[in-house]
């Protein structure tokens, strides 16, 4: 099974593009939650309205946003140990890209109190990533969700605790502890 990151059809059209620089630039510059919708459209030079034909609310467009920054994993490798690895750091180089890490944990609080926004993270985000995960490490669903919140949860508590992305020895650290635990 090949991932894709975007649905078949038309392109993402350049409006999108725009709105997913303007919202990544806005939450690195103000945070997340001062990365409004209305800022967000100003930044990005269209209407709020722009915005709302494309996505129902600020955790859609977040969530299609980290899609978008997230791409397709490169689970390179030819051992178990070697794709788990690869998948490690290519998750912990994108959390700490600008305004990533920031939107990735902004949206997973909301989604706390927001059924229809888990709903959303859960099938168009984590959802394509867990298929991918499991088809190149044969391993059953549970055992690859468990992989996504260990590295994950690691990943966005450092961001969280430090304002800053895990330094890459204590990545080296958490590739250690992952692939002796799992």
Not at 37 to 64: C, E, N, Q
Not at 95 to 109: K, L
Not at 141 to 170: K, N, Y
Request: glycine share 8%; hydrophobic share 45%; proline share 6%.
């Amino acid at each position: 099974m090949a991932f894709t990151a975007r649905p078949p059809g038309r392109p993402r059209s350049s409006v999108d593009a725009t709105v997913f620089a303007a919202t990544l630039r806005t939450i690195d510059e103000l945070g997340y939650t001062h990365a409004t919708v209305d800022r967000i459209a100003a930044a990005a030079g269209v209407a709020k309205t722009t915005i709302y034909r494309r996505w129902p609310s600020k955790g859609a467009l977040i969530a299609a946003c980290l899609l978008d920054a997230f791409g397709a994993p490169p689970l390179a490798g030819d051992t178990r140990a070697e794709i788990m690895t690869s998948a490690i750091r290519w998750g912990a180089a994108k959390i700490s890209e600008p305004g990533v890490g920031g939107a990735f944990a902004g949206v997973f609080t909301d989604a706390i109190n927001d059924p229809a926004l888990r709903e959303i993270l859960s099938s168009q985000f984590q959802e394509p990533y867990r298929l991918a995960l499991q088809e190149a490490l044969h391993e059953p669903s549970q055992r690859v969700l468990f992989f996504i919140d260990v590295v994950t949860g690691t990943l966005l508590h450092r961001m969280g605790m430090t304002g800053e992305p895990m330094a890459e020895s204590d990545v080296d650290a958490l590739v250690e502890l992952v692939l002796c635990a799992l």
